[in-house]
């Protein structure tokens, strides 16, 4: 087994900076969320954009001024979110690789996402894929549901590998619609990730309560990590979570104990053929 990837997810789009206060949402608490991260062991960040009043947002100017500013201060690998908010349209949610980030997530199907939807049509998916694959940005497949590995095949099996060749998922589990965020379907997943091309790797995040049995069955299975604001905001029983690096520190203890130390930034590069900077 490998060392553990850690990816910190710090904002997300769906909670509000007056109910979250220490949710990082100008760039500047980005940048220094990023950098701390960092610090502790993280090596990719997945990043969603605030406007001026902390709403989300995929304006173009603000994506590619985060881009250059998260590369010009961390060594982190930078990854978008091409999900943006459930009700951001299609067409705004391509644009975001316009920003030249070296990562962006690619969501492989629609699932119901609390009161909403997040739409994820076959078509979508294949533009997002295909563009990725032209530009050079190497994508974070996310998986909401078991089928959506298949769909995962299915997408590599008639439209080609990703931009530098490595396959890699993630499994973001509890959302309300979504799969549980238990062992038991983690390793459900894990048992469909061995049918995709050899070598391809995953990490699973578990949202709300299902964080840690989540992380704890991620390690066990030779997965990675993905932690942060985007997806838990209750640290234990009545404990509201501090800060990323809180999260952060979380797992990298976890992490280590399970013998499996956080990878560097370049040899996260390495793992997922994101290019060496
Ligand atoms: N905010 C969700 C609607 C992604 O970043 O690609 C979508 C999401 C997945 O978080
Ligand atoms: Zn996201």
New binding site residues.
């Given amino acids: 087994m490998t060392g553990t990837l850690i990816t910190v997810?710090p904002t997300?789009?769906?909670s509000r900076k007056a109910d979250v206060p220490a949710l990082p949402v100008t760039l500047d608490e980005l940048v220094s969320t990023a950098k701390e991260c960092e610090a502790l062991g993280a090596s990719v960040v997945?990043v969603?954009i605030r406007d001026a009043a902390a709403r989300p947002t995929l304006d173009r100017g603000r994506l590619r001024e985060t881009v250059v500013a998260l590369r010009e201060s961390t060594g982190l690998i930078v990854q978008l979110?091409?999900?943006?908010?459930?009700t951001d349209p299609e067409a705004d949610r391509l644009a975001v690789l316009d920003a030249a980030p070296e990562m962006a997530?690619?969501?492989m199907g629609t699932v119901n996402?609390g009161d909403?939807v997040?739409l994820n049509r076959w078509e979508f998916i294949v533009d997002l894929h295909t563009r990725m694959q032209e530009c050079g940005i190497v994508p974070e497949y996310?998986i909401f549901d078991l089928g959506q590995l298949t769909t995962l095949r299915r997408l590599l099996d008639k439209h080609g590998l990703p931009a530098g060749g490595h396959v890699h998922a993630d499994l973001?589990m509890g959302v309300p619609g979504g799969m549980p965020g238990t062992a038991a379907a983690l390793v459900a997943c894990e048992q469909v990730i061995r049918d995709l091309p050899a070598g391809s790797t995953f990490s699973a995040t578990g949202i709300g309560r299902s964080t840690l049995p989540v992380m704890l069955a991620s390690l066990a299975c030779g997965g990675h990590l993905r932690v942060g604001m985007?997806d838990t905001l209750t640290y234990a029983k009545g404990r509201p979570v501090e800060s990323n690096m809180q999260l952060v520190a979380r797992a990298v203890g976890f992490a280590q104990l399970a013998q499996r130390p956080p990878l560097t930034p370049a040899q996260a590069r390495d793992l997922l053929g994101v290019p060496h900077r």
């Fill in positions: 997810a997300g789009a769906e997945h969603h979110s091409s999900g943006g908010a459930v997530s690619c969501t996402f909403d997040f996310e973001v985007e």
